[in-house]
């Protein structure tokens, strides 16, 4: 949170879509921003917007999308409604001209994360996504660490999010959750896409959505990641495992305090063409020291919320920008489309832009 | 350990083949029953087998199995060789009329261990796996609770075993660490074979052999299982989650006391035609109280070569009977093919004798 | 939080002093209740008093807690000043025929706390302290268990609030962390003083209070409490350990669902006068299954502010009642003798009216 | 264990008194280290004296210690008995000329503990005690640390040792568990006696012996010492924490790998005589990394052993001699008369041999 205001520019005015679970800590947000004010909230449910609006003094309350999208007030969307509205009020945000900012899965269809790109490319506005975790303290050190080479060749990507979890009527528990553990994913992989994906999920206790779900994704003979997504498990789970050439790193996000460790471990292998017994001679394991450095505990939305009116006020490309929203749909649909036709491999296109693609650090 | 000796029947002879590193635990728990002898140990390292004589006064010692599989003071031959060897060493072993106890996984082909199956039927003798785990308390519990409908429907088991493991150059961590995983979860659900396998696995460091892999069994549309193995982790893990409508537990064999949490957490889900409002309020979260039950902590080996003792004084079929043994491999083959062909998944044919394959609790 | 408002009764008026790190979280809760109205709060720094009255909508705001004490809206005055200034405004509020709420301690001194335990009774005034875990969910359900024997007899208490913590100009480890410890463990005892005190502290980094201590509570020749604060610890450990002849419970306010664990453990000797090999056989030990059950994770402050509201209505006692506070300051006070006389134990002489100071379950 | 034996010396002869709990494991230890050989065992109880010889070979097998300590060919008497026999055993060995190495407690009063250091000295003989913690790489690394000045000043150390354990009818806790807690204590200090002790125990259950503790050690007006021991819990805890003014540790030794725990945390004061908001606003604190350095996990008792051994053939002073264990049993049987004189801090009178006191790191 900037402390001071600087009085040459007039504030951001940021009008936010959708006033349930989530929307009212974007308005928290952004409204704690010295250059940024809130100044139009949405929901179909009046008396909803109206408390939002009450405890955070914002000005314009409206009922429909298209009402705040139209306010002249307004310089950034942000839209925290199903997402399965995302695409049409974001489609029609950049048409007005506004920047946007949309919670995650970016959209529920690979062309429609598409066509959002495209305009906004071609609008010059900002199209952000909020895959929240790519502003932790934790995942920017992970992504540190190996754009720096510190963890050498990177082996595999482990990810657990299970809980006993709400059950969604309409979105499943691959859409739901696995954004978290993909947007990290991709964020620490330095942003590309994999290979191929599969997946295998099932549905119980009548249910039509899928509540647990596995998914694989392949980058490459030597990269693998997998997700493991679960609304009925017993404990709260929040781990991701990276094991590289170099170092290995747990981030456990239930941790209290040291939520990021680096395990100085590895193995190195000199292959041989010899016998058994000359063979596993030849492998070299390394258990060293185990460190766990201090993390910025700052609150994620807060850093995201600054880092985005900073964007809009230079046109830098925001860290979780409209492509990366991007990858990870296209991962999903896959996911989807694997668990659909029995778990086969679905391989990915490359990217049409996948030069453009390349998530800033 | 049976405390005191029958002193109206002669003790059982065992001999070991392999003295490496799980034959002496082997030799040392058969050697603390009353009712047998460790009367031959076999190693092709003659100074190695002799040290294990030494220390448990076995009194022969041979370095080819044939020589022990002949011995006459053997009733038992217990396999504890690298996996390839199993097959001709157990088939031997039973046509010398010979009891046999081999180490996981039984065989490394079906059609070796469907031969194996056949043979024991055929002369009449015992063939017993050593699923280890099958004989711990924690594992006999979570059985009984399955068997006792505590649990509800089963939906799904989710089994992690990851370490910073040992590299083996002839086998992979599929066929490595995956038998115990399987082994329970088989033994949990009460010995039957999924429908379908499909795995994954990536090697890494120059290796030519998988070294991190997950294989999901689908058991039906609702029961789903998942194994992840990993030689190539920082910390070590050892957890199987089993999910039910009624009761979730959580088998953690890394708590030094309380293995096996029992939560009384589910859901239950009323289907609806409604619109998202109402489906939503027909869904109805438990969330009770956790039970963490007295487990017997006696040695699982202990318990199994009492068992096994027993079995052959009896003519009961064992826990772990070559039946499970063979579904054991024939879901390894599956995950072994499903790796080989980019993990697609396989059918599992019925098994030719799925009557008699129910393990007994 | 009551969800429907009786509207036969008028709201309890809720005037606040102190608006530092715990009056707004008190604001909070009170405001929340259905029949009360927070309608005035007092602070010296009149910027910290205005901002939190702008944001729960508080009519009154002033800077002299004799103004606040004096409106004839207040009902009920609550005291969040530092624990020097308690003594005084509580005194002015029963005077002026207020109902009071005292942070913890209640008083800096035993005689202002008899006092003001005094002055409450001849007024007829409720005065509650805020021994906030008192209305934990974990701390009631240790207590009832405790009530109906479920524990046998208890032989000790030992508790541990550790972590780096504020060092505090004007007050010790002591007064500041072990008011919690000492009124969790009086509200478990059923409320009683112990028959001695002893304690032991150190000053650290030029600190000319005491950052660490440990204090010594004898109930009797088999019932010891202990408690372990600490301000200069590297981790945050907040563990209450009860050992019982029949169970024992750890109580973990650090683990986010199982707080309460309930171990079915314990020893029973049969004492002999024979010899040592005799002696031991007669020791036997039970060990048995953990249980944690589900515990109310409702917030503290909001089931004691609706408690105390209600108690004001019926003039019930609070379950932490101005007798509870007392005994914790007499404790407190001792503990301090002890400390600065070089960690004699000091003899409580025994509490006035101990018949009437049992805590309400 | 030395891989190699040097053939120019001959091996020493080792015997030990007492095949209990304990006793085995020296044997086994002494057994595998290249220069040494264990040539007698003495219990009373001759076939517990017999089975221990059998497994480790040992050629002489006496039940009386006069016998065992008459043996030439032994060279170090290593006495595993009960501690009320620690005294007479040692005397009769030192006498004898033989090297000694003594169970903890060294002994169980302190003049017996004076008359042995005193009969070592005069002898020219090896007094060790088996502070079998000092030779973990843990403690010696936290001793490293210490002495290389890494922690700072150090304030305080804590140390925690509780489980449900086993009640002696002829030792009470503090004697069994807490030699242990203070001969690291001493170990990481440098090896000092407090200038004070106090502490305070209960008995349970009908047991006439202390079966939970609390001792208190005054190194100074800043350092302070606490160990709580405990036979009467429902978990095990082994934990030790060390507070210094640059670094913290905690030491805890049930955790399967990361055992020591180095916070770069701590909090700076510049004492001023100014108004309390000053004062805070001068205290400053340091919340840093956590670091776990890969621990030496070499069994202690080997170790100790090969370190013995080497003391013998040198005449170097082991890390835990005569005096070490000296001043554990003077701050013991100080902790046992405040326990028995109602709690009353016990001031030691300083150690006539302080200065030969200091432990070799």
């Known amino acids: 949170m900037s ?6 520019r007039p504030p951001i005015g940021v009008g936010v879509v959708g006033c349930g679970y989530w929307g009212p800590n974007l308005v928290r947000n952004f409204a704690r921003q010295a250059d940024a004010r809130v100044v139009a909230v949405c929901d179909r449910d009046a008396d909803r917007a109206a408390r939002v609006a009450r405890e955070f003094r914002v000005p314009t309350v409206v009922t429909e999308p298209a009402a705040l999208v139209r306010d002249a007030a307004v310089d950034l969307v942000v839209i925290a ?3 399965s509205n995302h695409f049409e009020i974001a489609r029609d945000a950049l048409l007005a001209g506004k920047h946007v900012l949309v919670m995650k899965p970016l959209t529920t269809r690979v062309d429609h994360g598409e066509e959002l790109v495209a305009l906004a490319e071609r609008q010059g506005l900002m199209l952000a996504v909020d895959h929240t975790f790519v502003y932790t303290g934790a995942v920017q050190r992970m992504r540190e660490m190996a754009d720096a080479g510190e963890l050498g060749d990177i082996y595999y990507v482990d990810s657990v999010r299970i809980n006993l979890g709400l059950f969604h009527g309409d979105i499943n528990v691959v859409w739901d959750l696995a954004p978290h553990d993909i947007s990290i994913i991709d964020h620490v992989l330095g942003g590309r896409l994999p290979l191929e994906v ?3 999920g099932a549905c119980h206790a009548g249910s039509r959505t899928e509540n647990i779900a596995y998914v694989t994704l392949r980058y490459g003979p030597e990269l693998l990641a997998h997700v493991h997504v679960n609304w009925l498990a017993p404990a709260k789970v929040r781990r991701t495992i990276v094991g590289g050439s170099r170092r290995m790193i747990i981030y456990d996000d239930m941790e209290p305090s040291e ?3 680096i395990y100085d471990k590895g ?16 492998v070299s394991y390394r258990s060293g020291d185990m460190h766990a450095p201090r993390i910025d505990m700052r609150e994620a939305l807060d850093v995201e919320a600054e880092h985005l009116l900073e964007c809009i006020r230079t046109g830098a490309r925001p ?3 409209g492509a990366a929203g991007l990858r990870v749909v296209r991962i999903l649909e896959a996911a989807q489309l694997s668990i659909d036709s029995g778990s086969v491999p679905i391989t990915l296109a490359p990217a049409p832009a996948a030069g453009s693609s390349v998530v800033p650090s």
């Open 319 to 321: 860290r979780a920008d």
């Open 259 to 261: 939520k990021v460790k």
């Open 198 to 200: 599969s997946a295998v």
């Open 81 to 83: 409604t199903p997402a």
């Open 267 to 282: 193995v190195s292998i000199a292959p041989t063409s010899g016998a058994d017994e000359v063979y596993r001679q030849l």
């Open 3 to 8: 402390a001071t205001t600087n009085n040459s």
